[in-house]
Antibody
Framework: EVQVLESGGGLVQPGGSLRLSCAAS????????MTWVRQAPGKGLEWVAS????????FNADSVKGRFVISRDNSKNALFLQMNSLRAEDTAVYYC????????????????WGQGTLVTVSS | QSVLTQPPSVSGAPGQRVTISCTGS?????????VHWYQQLPGTAPKLLIY???NRPSGVPDRFSGSKSGTSASLAISGLQAEDEADYYC??????????FGTGTKVTVL
């Protein structure tokens, strides 16, 4: 059974840092791209960042570029999101999801999601 | 501000058919990229409902169907049921913005 489980959320002050983790199981982790999607309270879904199966290619939303870094450890079936210079507008539930599709990454959907971890940026 | 526009809400009586539109542009849906749809039940994580425009993952009832034409896509729910009450999001790829989600639509069963 495919499972992804996020951890690492919490309360952090503006300007602070936080590292989210996502533990994956039930599939060949290093053959799959992974992504982070967030949802601010009462708002819609926002794509944050994605990483290829090998980790050699990463993509970030403009809203987090230069502040967030996506990475993975294929030996541990783990995905990470290092979040720096956090702002109040980064407050959201952060979801980890597997990215799948045929062909190039532009055609990927996100087929398995974790339950999310809440990040609150406030003083 | 999302580049994929959906109606904020749609509603229907049990058994009826409702459709949700997802309007994009020539840099995303109109560029030929696939459209995917997600269902988010209250208080839960999103779930993939339709992938690659009109394909259902295993376990998704055939009451749900998707289509795409030009710069738009649609999700149809036929035989509406109480458990379909949820938020629905479309998703595609944009040449400038990478992956993009729609603004979301709340489906209410009357």
């Amino acid at each position: 059974e495919v499972q992804v489980l996020e951890s690492g959320g919490g309360l952090v002050q503006p300007g602070g840092s936080l590292r989210l983790s996502c533990a994956a199981s039930g599939f060949n982790f290093n053959n799959n791209a992974m992504t982070w999607v967030r949802q601010a309270p009462g708002k819609g879904l926002e794509w944050v960042a994605s990483i290829s199966g090998s980790g050699g290619s990463t993509f970030n939303a403009d809203s987090v570029k230069g502040r967030f870094v996506i990475s993975r450890d294929n030996s541990k079936n783990a995905l990470f999101l290092q979040m720096n210079s956090l702002r109040a507008e980064d407050t959201a539930v952060y979801y980890c999801a597997r990215a799948r599709g045929s062909g190039s990454h532009q055609f990927y959907s996100f087929d398995y999601w974790g339950q999310g971890t809440l990040v609150t940026v406030s003083s | 501000q999302s580049v994929l526009t959906q109606p904020p809400s749609v509603s229907g009586a049990p058994g009826q058919r409702v459709t949700i539109s997802c309007t994009g542009s020539s840099s995303n849906i109109g560029a030929g990229y696939d459209v995917h749809w997600y269902q988010q039940l209250p208080g839960t994580a999103p779930k993939l409902l339709i992938y690659a425009n009109n394909n259902r993952p295993s376990g998704v009832p055939d009451r749900f169907s998707g289509s795409k034409s030009g710069t738009s896509a649609s999700l149809a729910i036929s035989g509406l049921q109480a458990e379909d009450e949820a938020d629905y999001y479309c998703q595609s790829y944009d040449n400038s913005l990478n992956y993009v989600f729609g603004t979301g639509t709340k489906v209410t069963v009357l």
